[in-house]
């Protein structure tokens, strides 16, 4: 069973500062996709980014990053120049990569970002 | 293009009831999952249906079903209610052989069992 893990259940920053949010999963797959998501208070959960596993480039999406190191299985999330309306709860998730259609989102427990004034 | 839609917004039962929540999917897909997420906790995942066929399930018990229809919008229904079952319920849509098996989330009904 694949499992995902946030070990930072808070964190909190100042504008503009950059933050990096931490993430490991466990699998025995090789070909699966990593996502983060946001969950602002409004509640709609919203893609920020994401990186197939089969690609060792890590992807980049504005001033979201993420930094794959597939050995390590570890996903970390990069936001750099923040913004207030960075702050919401952020959600790693893991799925496996399936010819025969879509898969289950795993996801990790999530870590609240509070960007400060 | 309009996204996932989801109803009610709220709802408060009693302990023992049943209760229905309803989704439909953004334009074009034709595959939803249910979620529940509990408070200060990821979302957890139900099952996901395609082709008006229940095709993945999570570890919840069988008070939790579902349905979808023709048109690929989708209910989750939970009998016999208990406490632990307030949560935020999630639906997700994608399309079924889509790339990155992208799903697309519902702002969620909260549920409020007392």
């Known amino acids: 069973a694949q499992t995902v893990t946030q070990s930072q259940p808070e964190m909190s920053v100042q504008e503009a500062e950059t933050v990096t949010l931490s993430c490991t999963y466990d699998t025995s797959e090789n070909n699966y996709y990593l996502f983060w998501y946001k969950q602002p208070p409004s509640r709609q959960m919203i893609l920020v980014i994401r990186?197939?596993?089969?690609?060792?480039q890590n992807a980049t999406e504005n001033r979201f990053s993420v930094n794959f190191q597939k050995a390590a299985k570890s996903f970390s999330l990069k936001i750099s120049d923040s913004q207030l309306g960075d702050t919401a709860m952020y959600f790693c998730?893991?799925?496996?990569?399936?010819?025969?259609?879509?898969?289950?989102?795993?996801f990790g427990q999530g870590t609240r970002l509070t960007i400060n004034p | 293009d309009a996204g996932v839609t989801q109803s009610p917004t709220h709802l408060i039962k009693t302990r023992g009831q049943q209760v229905t929540l309803r989704c439909s999917p953004k334009?074009?897909?034709?595959?939803v999952s249910w979620y529940q997420q509990a408070l200060g906790q990821g979302p957890q995942f139900i099952f996901q249906y395609y082709e008006e066929e229940e095709r993945q399930r999570g570890n919840f018990p069988d008070r939790f079903s579902g349905h979808q229809f023709p048109n690929y919008s989708s209910e989750l229904n939970v009998n016999a209610l208990l406490l632990g079952d307030s949560a935020l319920y999630l639906c997700a849509s994608n399309l079924f052989r889509g790339t990155y098996n992208e799903q697309f989330f519902g702002p969620g009904t909260r549920l409020t069992v007392l």
């Open positions: 998730a893991f799925t496996q990569r399936d010819f025969q259609g879509a898969q289950k989102l795993v």
């Open positions: 990186q197939e596993a089969y690609k060792q």
């Open positions: 334009s074009g897909h034709d595959t």
